[in-house]
């Protein structure tokens, strides 16, 4: 029997909203069947056009609202949702830290861990504007150079100067780097054709320091009148200690190339967390909520619970930031980090905050735990900090195979967070109550949060 879906393009339906997906979208169903609607919120009664089916879902738009949510609030901007730069600006703030503290509480209440507590977000006073980094995309618009943000799923870039969420002397660098392109008529890439010169802009600017990297990547090797270009920035951006151009000729969704080259100043630029100083290059991990930062390493070192006699590993170390901060409080730290930049770095930054008893490894952190264990390493605590594919396998069973007291699971996804928490206790580990959200990432839906788990 051919499967019919219950809605039909262009129809509209009566509908109430259920539930909100981890993209911010609304979720209504009509006989079991999911229709996503951007711009919806749980308990609105909403008048929806469909205006997409597909096999087992389908998405809708909202024509007219019968009853809104409490939570509601004014959009700042249309665009903000149209680009995903923040989908979630239509929520109160206060519900979207209970949004982020249900979704992780939901993940473990399917897989039957029911005795799992997680605590309410730990959330900003000032939940925008908070973003030390930027990477804009440059585009021709009506013939003219243009940066700003690409529409939802597509690469049609809007026309943008106010980011929201990102640091506003960064906007404003932008749209200052974006007029001295202009002014040289350097040419913006042509996605189609694989023409042009500059594909996109990073930025990046020290929240305490307030030393700015400036980031152009180009399609081609050369950008024309370079040295006029860079002695503008310099000249109308006093903060830039960093000018670097990376060559990304490859027509991939992967941003940055290999090729580097300074244009003008340093490296690198530094930035302060928790009172050590950092030193940060254009392609290596830096946390991106310099104040929510701050909180989640505190919250970490208090849950690791170190006297100043442990052995520490910090896997999926980046620069360092975590380790460093651990070293003050534990006997030795060991890192391991996949880029090599960013283990150059972590190792410039201990001597540059003068701490000694830490010790850096470039490789994957599966392959250097499954070394450390056969090598007799015995770590009292181990941290992990892994990107949204949460842990190897391997990598957890190297980990309990080492027999640390704690286990410090730092997660940008609860999906693969409770994935990796079951196997953990498989192996040995439970988990010390509660589970804390930290909200990183105001405005949208991304769901950051501290585990610790404990030997049984
Ligand atoms: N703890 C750091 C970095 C966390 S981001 C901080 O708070 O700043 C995750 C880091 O894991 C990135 O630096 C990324 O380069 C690194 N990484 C990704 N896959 C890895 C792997 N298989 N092994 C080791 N490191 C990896």
């Not at 849950?303 to 910090?314: P, R, S, W």
């Not at 994935?419 to 991304?446: S, W």
Request: proline share 5%.
């Amino acid at each position: 029997m051919k499967f019919r879906a219950p809605v039909s393009k262009n129809e509209t339906y009566d509908v109430t909203i259920m539930d909100l997906t981890y993209q911010g979208m609304g979720v209504a169903k009509i006989d079991s069947f999911p229709i996503f609607v951007a711009n919806s919120l749980p308990g609105e009664e909403i008048v929806m056009k469909v205006t997409k089916v597909a096999k087992t879902y389908a998405f809708g738009r909202v024509m007219e609202w019968k009853s809104k949510s409490p939570d509601r609030v004014e959009d700042k901007d249309a665009q903000y949702t149209q680009t995903g730069i923040a989908p979630l600006q239509h929520l109160a703030y206060p519900a979207q830290l209970e949004f982020k503290q249900h979704q992780i509480q939901e993940l473990f209440y399917k897989v039957h861990l029911n005795s799992v507590e997680v605590s309410p977000t730990i959330g900003m006073d000032k939940p925008y504007g908070y973003r030390n980094k930027a990477q804009i995309p440059v585009r021709s618009v009506n013939g003219q150079l243009t940066t700003g943000f690409y529409r939802r799923n597509s690469h049609d870039l809007v026309p943008m100067e106010d980011f929201y969420i990102q640091d506003p002397e960064i906007d404003k660098a932008i749209v200052v780097v974006r007029d001295i392109l202009r002014k040289y008529h350097t040419a913006p890439y042509n996605e189609e054709n694989h023409t042009g010169v500059i594909k996109t802009i990073m930025v990046r600017r020290g929240h305490y320091s307030h030393e700015m990297m400036i980031v152009l990547i180009t399609r081609a090797k050369k950008i024309p009148m370079n040295f006029e270009i860079t002695e503008e920035i310099r000249k109308q951006l006093p903060e830039v200690k960093s000018i670097i151009q990376n060559v990304n000729a490859a027509q991939t969704n992967v941003l940055m190339g290999k090729e580097e080259k300074i244009l003008w100043g340093s490296a690198v630029i530094h930035d302060t967390l928790l009172g050590q100083n950092f030193a940060i290059s254009a392609d290596s991990f830096y946390q991106v909520n310099p104040v929510q930062t701050e909180k989640l390493y505190e919250l970490a070192i208090k849950k690791a619970g170190l006297t100043g006699n442990e052995t520490v590993i910090d896997a999926y170390c980046g620069i360092g930031t975590i380790s460093l901060a651990m070293a003050q409080h534990a006997k030795t730290v060991y890192g391991v980090e996949i880029v090599d930049k960013a283990i150059q770095d972590a190792k410039i930054n201990a001597k540059l905050n003068k701490i000694h008893n830490v010790k850096f490894f470039t490789g994957k952190a599966e392959e250097q735990m499954d070394k450390w264990q056969h090598d007799g390493l015995e770590p009292d605590v181990i941290v992990v900090d892994p990107p949204r594919k949460g842990l190897a396998t391997e990598f957890i069973t190297a980990a309990t195979a080492m027999t640390p007291k704690k286990v410090v699971y730092v997660s940008c996804n609860p999906s693969t967070l409770v994935r990796d928490v079951q196997l953990f206790m498989e192996n040995g580990y439970h988990v010390d109550q509660p589970v804390v959200p930290i909200d990183q990432f105001p405005q949208t839906p991304h769901v950051e949060s501290v585990t610790v788990l404990v030997k049984d």
